[in-house]
């Protein structure tokens, strides 16, 4: 069913990954490949991939550790970006672009507590059958 909760911390995940497309569209690291629209284009696909499979909820969580484990890797590149920016590291002068891999990660760890949550709900039913 599209109406669960965790549906609701997917999506926000896949919002702040559509943020950062919008803005971290300066990020430039490796010269002018866009690395980050690439990464949010995968990690919006995953989303919608994993809101789309409420079924099988294995491949859910699935779906949204591969998702974290991304953002994980796109929150260091970030930090990464930030420290080899001339200037110290002042946030406002430098954007809020790691922030959203960070909400995004915390958003899927609680989708996956909801999602286990419940797993568990339809394994107790099945044992009282």
């Known amino acids: 069913?599209?109406?669960r909760i965790q549906t609701v911390w997917i999506f926000l995940a896949i919002l702040s990954a559509v943020f950062l497309f919008i803005t971290g569209q300066d990020f430039s690291?490796?010269?002018?490949?866009?690395?980050?629209?690439v990464?949010?284009?995968?990690?919006?696909l995953f989303g919608f991939i994993s809101i789309l499979s409420f079924k099988e909820?294995?491949?859910?969580?699935?779906?949204?550790?591969?998702?974290?484990f991304i953002n994980a890797?796109?929150?260091g590149l970030l930090a990464?970006?930030?420290?080899?920016?001339?200037?110290?590291?002042?946030?406002?002068?430098k954007g809020i672009e790691p922030l959203f891999p960070l909400l995004a990660i915390v958003f899927l760890l609680i989708a996956n507590l909801f999602i286990r949550k419940d797993?568990?709900?339809?394994?107790?039913v099945d044992r009282l059958r």
């Open 1 to 3: 069913m599209l109406q």
């Open 29 to 37: 690291l490796f010269g002018p490949l866009p690395i980050i629209s």
């Open 39 to 44: 990464i949010c284009v995968v990690l919006v």
């Open 57 to 68: 909820r294995k491949r859910q969580i699935l779906l949204n550790n591969i998702s974290i």
């Open 73 to 75: 890797l796109l929150l």
């Open 80 to 93: 990464y970006w930030i420290l080899t920016l001339p200037g110290g590291i002042d946030f406002p002068e």
């Open 119 to 124: 797993d568990r709900l339809v394994k107790s």
